[in-house]
């Protein structure tokens, strides 16, 4: 057994003997993450995960594993657990039993919602959150990862390396030409845009994406899809998702959650072809 850590990032005094055989039947397995120890090539390790609400299980010995670099799209009926699976990976939620490990030391079930934004996991709900009054370069500066209030980030001067930053992030979700403009006034599909900048921002190893593209144009769709493919392997990402398309499109590897576990695993075209998934999720 793992003793149970903190936030210093030390070694794993007895990592877990039997995950390399998962991981590696996954094909999963990367460099170092930044200052986390991913020495197995995972980022997140979760297993015999279970999660009651009086006596409802939301999440039934769920074990999953999302390698350094990977893009993973999560998919499944409505009440499958996909929330409530975001919810025990940020610490929202409390697991029943099992182990929830960021890389090799880092145990999610002793740490804070704000430990675990600051070690490295960012999310991304449905409906953006921006500030509407401010302008697009404004909700970038108060998400940097500094520990600021956020009225003094505002009056604070930013030094060069913070306003490159930004501007290298006002570039990567495409608003450089947005940047004075208030937040307020962005299209749907634009909001969406600047919360994961803002995420980015923080400098996040795994960002957790609830359907990103619910409600975009084309175009924005396309644009996302761009973007997460072009995010993956700097970061690991974990996207759930409805739309089948857009899954095709991004995918590496595709997780089916029903009734709390795993029902599937495997590319897009192994799942699709899967009696069980077709029966609970795709249909015929």
Known sequence: MRSVPSLMLEPALNPNQDAGTSRDALGLGGASTGGLDTRHGTILTLEDISVSF?????????NLYIGVGELRCIIGPNGAGKTTLMDVITGKTRPTAGKAWFG????????????????????????????????VFENLELAQKTDKSVWASLRARLNGEQRDHIERTLGT??????????????????????EIGMLLMQDPQLLLLDEPVAGMTDAETEFTAELFKGLAGQRSLMV?????????????????????????????????????VIEVYLGR
């Open 54 to 62: 009086d006596g409802f299980k939301a999440l039934n010995n769920l």
């Open 104 to 135: 090799e030391t880092l145990d999610l079930t002793q740490m804070s919602e704000v430990q675990i934004a600051q070690a490295g996991i960012g999310r991304k709900f449905q409906k953006p959150t921006v500030f509407e009054a401010l302008t």
């Open 173 to 194: 979700i495409r608003l450089d030409a947005f940047a004075q403009r208030p937040a307020g006034l962005l299209s749907h599909g634009q909001k969406q845009f600047l």
């Open 240 to 276: 759930v998702e409805h739309d089948m398309g857009f899954v095709g499109t991004i995918a590496d590897h595709v997780t089916v959650l029903h009734q709390g576990s795993v029902l599937a695993e495997g590319s897009l075209e192994d799942v699709q072809a899967d009696e069980r």
